[in-house]
């Protein structure tokens, strides 16, 4: 099913985005307003509104394992990377579809 989602018409190529990995479940790409050197964004390939909205802890997991092989095997941020996921609006989340930014490439503040 196709939702009205910023980054569900990035998935489907609607939107030009930078990919640096794809696979079956996930994909990732540059964000476009970078705050660190890396800024990337992982999204599951289906479509999640928010963190509270997952529903399988297999799926989850596997997001996570994911996002740690992106940020090792293929950004090589060898000196260690800073998750954040934002949920639901007083979060600061802007675009409703369950992603993890990956920020690396310097030494981040707190
Ligand atoms: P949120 O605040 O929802 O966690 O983060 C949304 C992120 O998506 C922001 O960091 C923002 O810069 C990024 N973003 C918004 N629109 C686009 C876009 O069209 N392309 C890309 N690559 N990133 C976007
Ligand atoms: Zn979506």
Do not use: W
């Not at 940020?71 to 579809?97: C, M, P, S, W």
């Amino acid at each position: 099913m196709m939702h009205d989602c910023l980054f569900c018409h990035i998935l489907a190529g609607e939107i030009p985005s930078e990919k640096v990995y794809e696979d079956d479940d996930v994909y990732a790409f540059n964000d476009i307003h970078p705050k660190a050197p890396t800024h990337v964004l992982v999204i599951p390939k289906q479509h999640i509104a928010t963190l509270d909205d997952a529903e399988d802890a297999m799926q989850l997991g596997l997001l996570m394992q994911k996002v740690s092989y992106i940020a090792n095997d293929v950004l090589k941020l060898e000196a260690g990377y800073r998750l954040i996921t934002n949920v639901r609006e007083g979060g600061g989340q802007v675009v409703f579809h369950l992603h993890v930014h990956i920020l690396g490439g310097k030494k981040l503040p707190f």
